[in-house]
């Protein structure tokens, strides 16, 4: 993760691909779209991020001398291609969605304008991390909206799909809106804040409950206190008498439950922390928590001031994949097209304009690059002749999803599932594009 990503992380049909293009000495210049045809059916949008390890990807992209040794000792390429592949740097531009972009169905996130071979070799790694990394952040900030202003806290990295995942859910979490995270490496990576409390193998490890508590605050005055190990309200009232113990040096910042009924046992420990002075000891609350569970949590008004979420927020329960693809759509100047069944794809590259109306998302429309429709423009250059344009700043992100949530209708922005989608479009342009072209391979079909 803090290293470089081997060019050997695709998959064999892009390098045979490669080969037979070098073959057939074709490399113009192609134009590849990433987008998505459906959303998973709880989500009403996607978060369009992972730019900048795309970016990070292309500019250092390159061949080491052992993997091109792996490469003709394991598959026999011949050293013609492998003395290309020697040379290969990514050369082209990027067009891309800003990170923290709310996305939808069939919209390009991010365009590759490259010579072939290169555009081509870029696609494993381009799709995983935006698709990963974009299906976090709209799980994250749908875990974060039902939070309605109480903190979050990603606590799943024990429970990842590994350790890339682990951190790139950490990460999402604080784009969408989160506190931070509780893994160290996230922290060091992205510069998120990091969070942590104490486990109960801590607490079992001492004889005493008590002791565990007066031990832990001694070291660490400001922590959160475990408490349902054994009894949760039992636990409670050790931490008031430790308040008692410690008088003004008692400065434990708060008290976290793991276990149980959570509205009932937040709302006892409120009562009995402010029924001893302690109004200012906060409630953490975990336990394989979701947006649902904490949307239920918060309108029983439980008072709990931040939610640990951890395993169905980072396998992204409920919306773990999307039929993302990676597809040309433009070669030497010419629009490729698609029409396998339910899999039509609109030749020729694209732009993606969104109008906004008295500060409300209404419509997007999909258009020609070219064309100049009615509305913002989302596709940006973020990287022209293999060199990046600037990094892609965590808080510039977390910013505009903000933003962008705010003026998405209610029904949109709710967690549960809209009465009606989010209007897309494609320009009469595009459409003009895709009959003609349609046409044309019908009559190459009839006249071969």
């Known amino acids: 993760m803090t290293r470089r990503t081997s060019a050997l992380f695709t998959d064999l049909y892009e390098l045979t691909m490669a080969q037979a293009y070098a073959a057939e000495r074709m490399n113009e210049t192609a134009v590849f779209e990433l987008t998505f045809r459906k959303m998973p059916r709880d989500r009403n949008y996607i978060v369009a991020a992972g730019i900048g390890d795309v970016l990070d990807f292309l500019a250092n992209f390159h061949f080491e001398a052992e993997e ?6 394991t598959y026999h390429f011949p050293e013609p291609f492998l003395r290309r592949l020697k040379e290969l740097q990514f050369t082209g531009d990027v067009f891309a969605m800003p990170e923290g972009t709310l996305v939808f169905p069939h919209e390009p996130i991010i365009q590759v304008v490259a010579p072939i071979i290169e555009a081509q070799l870029m696609e494993t790694f381009v799709l995983n991390q935006i698709h990963l990394q974009s ?5 994250a900030a749908r875990v974060v909206e039902a939070a309605a202003g109480r ?4 606590f799943g990295s024990r429970r990842a799909h590994g350790t890339e995942a682990a951190v790139k859910v950490a990460r999402a979490t604080y784009l969408a809106g989160g506190m931070g995270t509780s893994n160290v490496l996230a922290g060091q990576l992205y510069g998120i804040p990091v969070f942590g409390t104490m486990a109960h193998s801590y607490i079992q490890a001492h004889d005493r409950e008590a002791d565990s508590f007066e031990s832990f605050a001694a070291l660490y005055p400001q922590t959160t206190l475990l408490v349902d190990t054994y009894d949760t309200l039992d636990g409670v009232r050790k931490v008031i008498a430790l308040a008692r113990k410690m008088g003004e040096q008692f400065r434990v910042g708060a008290v976290r439950l793991d276990s149980g009924d959570l509205g009932a046992l937040a709302r006892e420990t409120r009562r009995i922390l402010d029924d001893a002075g302690l109004q200012r000891v906060r409630i953490f609350a975990s336990s394989s928590l979701d947006e649902h569970e904490i949307a239920s949590l918060v309108s029983s008004a439980a008072p709990i001031d931040t939610f640990g979420v951890g395993t169905k927020l980072s396998v992204m329960e409920g919306g773990s994949h999307l ?8 070669y030497g100047g010419k629009g490729r097209l698609k029409l396998s069944s339910k899999k039509v794809l609109h030749p020729g590259r694209k732009q993606v304009f969104r109008r906004v109306e008295r500060g409300r998302m209404v419509r997007d429309v999909i258009g020609r690059f070219d064309e100049r429709l009615p509305g913002e423009p989302l596709l940006e250059a973020v990287m022209l002749s293999g060199k990046s344009l600037g990094p892609i700043r965590i808080e510039d992100s977390r910013t505009r999803l903000q933003r962008e949530l705010a003026r998405l209708p209610a029904e949109l922005r709710s967690i549960e599932p ?4 989010y209007p897309v479009g494609f320009s009469e342009r595009l459409d003009t594009d895709l009959e003609a072209l349609r046409a044309e391979l019908l009559e190459e079909k009839v006249n071969a």
């Open 418 to 421: 809209a009465v009606t989608t």
């Open 151 to 154: 903190g979050v806290v990603d």
């Open 323 to 330: 039929d993302m693809a990676y597809k040309l759509v433009e």
């Open 135 to 139: 299906l976090a952040v709209a799980k």
């Open 68 to 73: 091109l040794d792996h490469l003709r000792d």
